[in-house]
């Protein structure tokens, strides 16, 4: 079974700070690997997702990379804002099923 | 373009007694899942419809959960009788197409509470 772990599963940084999150995975055999956001209370919003043959993707301060053969990801963020306080989310899709395995999540709060 | 609709947002129930969820995907997505999220965890899946068809239910307790998809569009999400365990977000996502490679996307969720 897919197994997806998160470090580190909470961070505080100031406002400006450049950031990464990391995401590992046990089974390389995976379709894409996707980066999600959950503000408390509300559901998840997709900030970038990666296809097993993509190394990286792009979205403004965000940048996620793939390094499927080691079972890695990261994400980074550029120039932190308070407004990036969320938990952040990170899922691979298997080759095994459709479904996502989900690790339990960073919880980033950025301090003004 | 509208996202994943759900309703209610929230519930809260006595145990034993029964509840339903109901989701509706964004238009054209042809796979639709049900996740359920327990508090500091991830989503973990409970069932996948492709179209009307339930593929992969494996993680679905089925003594007391049900689920549909009529015409392969809208779905419900029924637990009967409700447990204390039971409470959780329960999340519905739908991506496009029948394969694996498809962006998921996911709706705000139904936060559940068993008293």
């Known amino acids: 079974k897919q197994e997806v772990t998160q470090i580190p599963a909470a961070l505080s940084v100031p406002e400006g700070e450049n950031l990464v999150l990391n995401c590992s995975f046990t089974?390389?055999?995976?379709?894409?690997l996707q980066w999600f956001r959950q503000d408390p209370g509300k559901g998840l919003t997709s900030l970038l997702l990666?296809?097993?043959?993509?190394r990286e993707q792009t979205s403004g301060r965000l940048n996620a990379s793939l390094d499927k053969s080691s079972g890695r990801s990261t994400l980074y963020i550029a120039a932190s804002q308070p407004g990036d306080s969320a938990t952040y989310l990170c899922?691979?899709?298997?080759?095994?099923?459709?479904?996502?395995?989900f690790g339990k999540g960073t919880s980033l709060l950025v301090t003004p | 373009e509208a996202g994943v609709v759900q309703s209610p947002r929230y519930k809260i129930i006595e145990k034993k007694q029964p509840v339903a969820f109901w989701c509706n995907p964004i238009?054209?997505?042809?796979?639709l899942y049900w996740y359920r999220q327990n508090l500091g965890q991830g989503p973990e899946l409970l069932i996948r419809?492709?179209?009307?068809?339930?593929?992969?239910d494996s993680q679905l307790p089925k003594d007391r959960f049900s689920a549909e998809r009529l015409k392969g569009v809208d779905s419900t999400l029924k637990i009967q009788p409700a447990e204390l365990g039971d409470s959780a977000v329960y999340l519905c996502?739908?991506?496009?197409?029948?394969?694996?490679?498809?962006?998921?996307?996911f709706g705000p969720g139904t936060r559940l509470t068993v008293t």
């Open positions: 419809y492709e179209n009307e068809e339930a593929v992969d």
């Open positions: 089974d390389s055999a995976i379709y894409n």
């Open positions: 996502a739908s991506s496009q197409g029948v394969q694996g490679a498809y962006e998921q996307y």
């Open positions: 238009s054209g997505h042809n796979t």
């Open positions: 899922a691979v899709n298997s080759n095994s099923g459709y479904a996502l395995n």
């Open positions: 990666i296809q097993s043959s993509q």
